[in-house]
């Protein structure tokens, strides 16, 4: 089925564990890339855990003739404690697979405020674990395209540079 929206692109995704999980429906990730690029899915042992905390994760190496960069892609469900982002934090800080590569980690964080909090220094634990996170990797968030209920859905972390914007309709 992913070929048939994603025809020039490689797909990797996971999808909800619904025995796990317990849920019956929805949820999952997935990194779509051209395939002018060598792609290849990344198993990080680390985060075995987050799939019993419904926290859904797919990991990618890109690679180009002069480069390679990892992407990894998150899904945490809004009803998460803080406890349960400090664990998925840890796993990705603990996973050697990650650890001082050129890595991208993108997702739905569920916390649609993040952009004002890093501005105004806000109390929200959720919020000062992710901005902990953060800067325990050296990185920045760099999405700052809001929807049209002036939320930023999806948050663009790494240490390097890099543009985030609209895609255009084909």
């Known amino acids: 089925m992913s070929c048939e929206f994603f025809p020039t692109t490689y797909v990797f995704r996971t999808d909800r564990d619904y025995v796990t999980t317990g849920c019956s429906g929805g949820g999952g990730v997935l990194i779509a890339i051209d395939e002018r690029f ?3 899915l990344i198993e990080i042992p680390e985060l075995a855990v987050l799939s019993a905390l419904k ?3 797919v990991a990618v190496k890109v690679c180009t003739n002069s480069f390679s960069v990892y992407i990894c892609n998150v899904y945490i469900p809004p009803d998460k404690s803080n406890a349960e982002y400090e ?3 840890d796993a990705i800080l603990s996973s050697h697979v990650l650890f001082d590569k050129n890595l991208v980690i993108t997702g739905d964080f569920n916390i649609a405020n993040y952009t ?3 501005n105004s220094h806000g109390r929200n634990a959720k919020l000062v674990s992710l901005n902990n996170f953060a800067e325990g990797l050296a990185f920045n968030q760099f ?3 809001s929807n049209s209920m002036d939320n930023i859905l999806d948050l663009v972390f790494c240490g ?3 543009e985030v914007e609209h895609s255009a309709a084909r």
């Open 116 to 118: 004002s909090y890093v």
């Open 87 to 89: 664990q998925f934090h």
């Open 160 to 162: 390097d540079l890099c």
């Open 55 to 57: 926290i859904d994760v």
């Open 38 to 40: 060598t792609a290849s």
């Open 143 to 145: 999405n700052n395209i």
